[in-house]
């Protein structure tokens, strides 16, 4: 049902968008950040266009820089995390003034995880595997002058096959 749901939206503000592609020609932006969740850190980036005050779309990528260790033994350690994300997003702004936005986003996108065990009978175990998973969530942002700001966002990924992650992030914003 969720994906249904979140496809209607994707789909729906992908068509708004569009159609207000044709009264004004698009804001471009990027930005970079870090992005925080479950003990995974990453560093990402996002390339976007904002159509009119109201829509926009997004892409992100980003790298995994900081790994979630767990030692159940002063011998045994398992290691994760992340190898590389992608995702792809449907962004609706609530401008509050010229200078902050809220901001609500829902998409899809596909994380790359990598995974070790050290310590046990037969030597380490290592192995990656990619997740596929709905995204959706809100944040904030402020412009400091008519180019630059930051961005603070919640995001819930709603994985297929492993549990659902909550991740926050900040963001230096540049506007083209």
Known sequence: MKPA???????????AGAAQAQ????????????????????VQGR??????????????????????????TPTIEFKRSVEHQIAGYAVAYAPLSPQFDLLARVG?????????????IGGPFSGKFTENSWNFGVGGQYAFDGKNGVRLDYLRQDFENSRDADVWSIAYIRRF
């Open 108 to 120: 899809y996108g596909e994380t790359r995880f990598k995974s070790s065990l050290t310590g046990t």
């Open 5 to 15: 749901i979140a496809l209607a939206v994707v789909a729906a503000c992908a068509g």
């Open 23 to 42: 009264i004004a020609s698009p804001q471009i932006y990027g930005a970079l950040g870090y992005a925080q969740g479950d003990d995974l850190g990453v």
């Open 47 to 72: 390339l976007g266009a904002r159509f009119g005050r109201f829509l926009g779309v997004e892409g992100e990528i980003g790298g995994g820089v900081k790994s979630d260790n767990f030692t159940p």
